[in-house]
């Protein structure tokens, strides 16, 4: 973390100034390494054991970011660079991998506030990314590749009394240039690509307090997503997800138009809050079962064949939710929130891969300071999904289930330095369940059993 001490702080939404320019910036780096596979056991068995068998995935991830703000006297500059280099490799029966592709992204985002008064405060900005995929192994899921990323917006944020009005503008662009690779109409080829996509999106929304306890908001804003390179061209079995995918490169533009409305009561023991929202969606872009299962050479693979297809569709759905920590029982806190979501076709059929309905409930107890630890609580909490048989065409459907969560922590302090120590039991009565969206729900493997997580943060 490198900053420049020479700042005096300021009321920036005010539009009082800075004494001198203030530079910040904050570096991070992350790594992580996975092997992922069936283990020694099988797929019935629970097991400890990371060994596991053929085929598998090795991913290995590096991510580094920089944060940056610059203020200036009535103005500041927000500025986010971010690269990641991922590396994923599949093998099937030998340490040679058959699949390897390597993608490498690179992300910007820049935010200049404008200087502000009271009442308004302006924002403008630049986002993009640039993105390159390459493959060295003998098998290909998708080509070689370059995406390009441009967008520029504006938002305007103006108050008076208890009510905001808040508008936005931004133009956004996607450039994807991909080349060709084996033969056509095989599996694992690939017909050279060169696809460039624009939009013009706005949002508007407003928000006013009726009173201390009861805030209103609403919004109505559009938004578009390009097609991605997997979905234009995939032509090969997803070792990752058991499934062959077929792109199309024929996809167009998503375009969407969406409402949601916000209500929330709040007092010192009471918070109530409701959600809603309506999204319509043109070209609408998702996985679709076709029925269909792999072959090769006349040989069935028993490998499900999926299709990127679109369709206008609509999606709404909403969540409700209660925390309630009565007085004088100021340590005990009840939160339980219901969440729920539909998406149907122009033609009223459902949409695959849709979430069931959730219930969560949730018990948190903030016990006495001991002498050893401070801080300290408990939290037991049950989340209950609902059976999901609002399923599309050659999609199943999928039993509700319920999970019991415990956890317990608080900090320890060492003269000056503060360790924060968390413990949490998911799933710990061990329950047997497939969720709706798991990629492996078609060979009938269970989500993971009991899990149990020890974490330490020190505060130095």
Not at 159 to 171: D, H
Not at 242 to 249: F, H, L, M, S, W
């Amino acid at each position: 973390r490198v900053t420049n001490t020479r700042y005096q702080e300021k009321d920036f939404k005010s539009g009082i100034g800075y004494s001198d320019a203030f530079f910040s910036s904050v570096l991070r780096y992350n790594y992580n390494d996975l092997k992922l596979g069936m283990t020694e056991e099988g797929i019935a068995a629970q097991s400890t054991s990371k060994s596991v068998l053929y085929p598998k995935q090795a991913v290995s991830n590096h991510l580094i970011s920089l944060n940056s703000t610059v203020f200036f006297n009535t103005s500041k500059l927000d500025l986010d660079l971010g690269f990641i280099s991922n590396d994923r490799s599949e093998f099937e029966d030998s340490d040679v991998a058959i699949l390897k592709m390597k993608l490498n992204t690179f992300n910007y985002n820049a935010k200049y506030y404008l200087p502000s008064s009271n009442k308004m405060q302006t924002i403008v900005g630049v986002q993009g990314m640039h993105q390159t995929n390459m493959n060295s192994g003998e098998e290909y899921l998708i080509p070689d590749a370059v995406t390009k990323d441009f967008g520029v917006f504006g938002t305007i944020n103006y108050e008076w009394g208890t009510n905001v009005i808040q508008a936005g503008l931004r133009f956004d662009t996607r450039n994807i240039t991909s080349e060709a690779h084996g033969i056509q109409l095989h599996g694992g080829s690939f017909a050279a690509l060169n696809k460039f996509y624009t939009s013009w999106n706005a949002s508007l929304g407003y928000k006013t307090n009726f009173n201390e306890a009861f805030v209103f908001r609403l919004n109505v804003a559009s938004g578009f997503r390009a097609p991605n390179l997997a979905e234009l061209t995939s032509n090969g079995i997803h070792e990752g997800a058991n499934r062959y995918e077929i792109g199309n490169v024929n996809l167009k533009t998503e375009q969407n138009l969406q409402t949601d409305l916000n209500l929330e009561y709040k007092t010192d023991h009471v918070e109530f809050f409701v959600n809603g929202f309506y999204n319509h969606i043109a070209n609408y872009i998702y996985l679709s079962p076709t029925g269909n299962q792999f072959t090769n050479s006349g040989v069935v693979n028993f490998i499900q064949v999926y299709d990127y297809i679109q369709n206008n569709a609509n999606l709404y759905g909403g969540e409700i939710g209660l925390h309630f920590h009565p007085h004088p029982l100021d340590w005990l806190h009840f939160e339980t929130s219901f969440e729920t979501v539909t998406g149907k076709k122009e033609n009223s059929d459902y949409l695959p891969l849709i979430p069931a309905n959730n219930w969560n409930n949730t018990l948190r107890f903030e016990l006495n300071d001991i002498n050893w630890m401070k801080e300290s609580f408990a939290t037991i909490s049950l989340s209950s999904t609902f059976n999901q048989n609002q399923v599309s065409g050659f999609e199943t459907r999928t039993g509700g289930y319920s999970i019991l969560n415990l956890g317990l922590g608080g900090a320890l302090h060492f003269g000056k330095t503060k360790v924060e120590v968390n413990l949490n039991v998911n799933n710990s009565t061990d329950k047997k369940y497939i969720a709706h969206l798991s990629r492996l729900k078609t060979d009938g493997i269970s989500n993971i059993g009991r899990n149990i997580i020890l974490g330490l943060n020190f505060n130095l």
